[in-house]
């Protein structure tokens, strides 16, 4: 996030959410934009293909189909540009680019935007006119933005949109992504990344690569990995002999479920750590026992880039051990498998006593956790960029300049999805969470309590699709996509758009990733959850 939870839920005079089903995935900030919308009178525009919990407070809905995210927002800057209703002040003085982004977004005129994405033209002149009358205002997103083979464009048009609105670098406005796990961010930061090492220092930097191998007696080439799609395909292949698993679920949350699960089979030797069974741990060739989050000390970095401390409040069960310390084990015995030499760098020998010493090496490598330690966030953490034991932390980014110095707009062209509607696949499936589960489901689905409360995965149709079908409420049916299919309850509900068939991906029973498309986005090698083709049936005598 370019801004914090706090000048967001403050300052913001409008709020553009696109996807992002906040109130249900993020629902701290969710529960703040209401209270901005009812008690400041704020304006809220939400962009989703479904009627999600809080477009009942949104001043607007825009109703896109999944998959037109760009010619949508495209659209949008049409209006701001055609009407010169942008912040021409903000585009001269912080901004390059901006001729070719009004050459290429003059074809998207409102009628022309509304062909492709369902929106209708007057709803999108309403939208441009809401946000250039109410800033700051900030853009916030999720999943539903990034899973796309268009992601990386779809995140280049959002940050479009709020230049041209000069809501960057104030109080109120930025690009805001909503991380989808605690501690996403934080994963990120140190190097999860397949293109970067803490702190986002580009792998292929020389003098980056020559830092950490001075720090550490070796790395890795400076050639980019693979990311876990990737990684999978790769095993199928026998190119990738060996996997880790830590904290995830492949066989469950990857796309296209029924290849990720036969490449995992097809792995050499597979270890997977864990704090519970899983729908991967059954292909493990070792499992190594995880502490859980309320079991370890160590740190999360949230959403808004604020490293906050964790810490232990009940032991781990059984031979439970925290991720670190096996780790450092791990690491230790490889070294002398391999006979490497332990004191060849500062810190090569992996002699760590406990997690603080991990993050003071953490703060001597990385520039923008250089003045984080311990002491300093014991109480409520500190926001990154932090450089020195004296700086503050950062609440908003690009205050003055861009981290690149002018701020560059992307002439970004709508392409539609890999798959599209066709007769034989007419439907447009996209899933997404509930507020009662979590994820793959490995953890809620073990409370007994939100079981009861949401007990089962649910097919939603709106009701024009639904009536066509003969598909009645509660009717059990099948969706099928080219990769595979599943059963499941149909829940007829003018939630989803006409056309638009969502599930959510908790339940294992009815897996929805069975069906998800795995094609990647080409540069962020994100694949493509939020957009694929199905076909519903209804079925005979409802198994």
């Not at 406005?173 to 991380?179: D, E, S, Y």
């Not at 300093?376 to 861009?402: E, M, N, S, Y």
């Not at 899933?431 to 009662?436: I, N």
Request: with cysteine; aromatic share 6%.
């Amino acid at each position: 996030m370019t801004n914090s939870i706090e000048d967001i839920s403050d300052d913001a005079l409008a709020y553009f959410i696109i996807g992002s089903n906040t109130t249900e995935n993020h629902p701290v900030i969710g529960m703040r934009i209401r209270q901005a919308v009812k008690q400041r009178g704020a304006k809220l525009v939400v962009a989703d293909p479904r009627r999600i919990p809080i477009t009942d407070f949104a001043t607007l809905h825009l109703r896109q189909l999944p998959g037109t995210d760009i010619a949508l927002i495209n659209g949008i800057m049409n209006v701001l540009i055609a009407e010169e209703l942008y912040d021409k002040q903000f585009v001269a003085e912080r901004t390059e680019g901006f001729e070719e982004l009004r050459a290429m977004v003059a074809k998207y005129t409102p009628e022309a935007t509304a062909e492709i994405t369902g929106v209708p033209a007057d709803d999108i002149r309403k939208a441009a006119h809401i946000l250039a009358e109410n800033r700051p205002g900030a853009l916030l997103y999720a999943m539903g933005i990034t899973q796309h083979t268009t992601g990386h464009q779809n995140v280049l048009s959002c940050a479009n949109l709020q230049m041209l609105l000069g809501n960057m670098g104030v109080a109120g406005g930025g690009v805001n992504p909503l991380r989808g796990q605690n501690n996403v961010q934080g994963a990120c930061d140190m190097g999860c990344l397949v293109n970067f090492y803490t702190g986002y220092q580009k792998v292929m930097d020389e003098a980056v690569q020559a830092k950490f191998a001075q720090a550490w007696g070796k790395t890795s080439s400076q050639k980019v990995g693979l990311t876990v799609t990737e990684m999978l395909h790769a095993a199928e292949r026998g190119e990738v002999k060996g996997l880790f698993v830590l904290g995830e679920n492949p066989g469950m949350t990857d796309p296209d479920a029924n290849h990720a699960r036969k490449a995992l089979a097809a792995t050499e030797f597979l270890v997977v750590q864990e704090i519970l069974s899983s729908e991967t741990t059954p292909y493990a060739d070792v499992i190594l026992p995880g502490a859980a989050f309320a079991e370890k000390d160590g740190t999360f970095t949230n959403t808004e880039r604020r490293v906050q401390m964790v810490r232990h409040a009940v032991t781990p069960p059984g031979q439970a051990r925290p991720d670190w310390e096996i780790l450092v084990d791990l690491a230790r015995r490889i070294q002398k498998r391999l006979g490497m030499d332990a004191s060849a760098a500062p810190y090569a020998s992996w002699e760590y006593r406990n997690p603080q010493q991990i993050m003071e090496e953490v703060a001597a490598l990385t520039p923008i956790y250089g003045g984080i330690t311990y002491d300093r966030i014991d109480k409520v953490g500190i926001q990154w960029p932090c450089p020195t034991q004296d700086h503050p932390g950062t609440k908003v980014l690009h205050t003055a300049k861009f981290s690149r110095g002018l701020g560059h707009f992307s002439a970004v062209e709508w392409l539609p999805p890999d798959e599209v509607p066709c007769a034989e696949y007419p439907f447009i499936f996209t899933t997404g969470r509930v507020l009662f589960h979590w994820h793959g489901g490995t953890m809620s689905r073990r409370s007994k309590g939100l079981e009861e409360i949401y007990p089962e995965a649910l097919v939603e149709l709106n009701p024009v699709d639904a009536r066509a079908l003969k598909i009645e409420d509660g009717d059990m049916v099948k969706v099928r996509s080219r990769r595979g299919e599943v059963v499941a309850k149909a829940e007829v509900v003018d939630r989803p758009e006409q056309g638009v068939v969502f599930m959510t991906f908790h339940f294992r029973e009815a897996a929805a990733n069975l069906l998800t498309n795995a094609a990647l986005d080409p540069v962020a090698k994100i694949p493509e959850f939020k957009a694929c083709a199905v076909n519903v049936e209804k079925l005979d005598g409802n198994l």
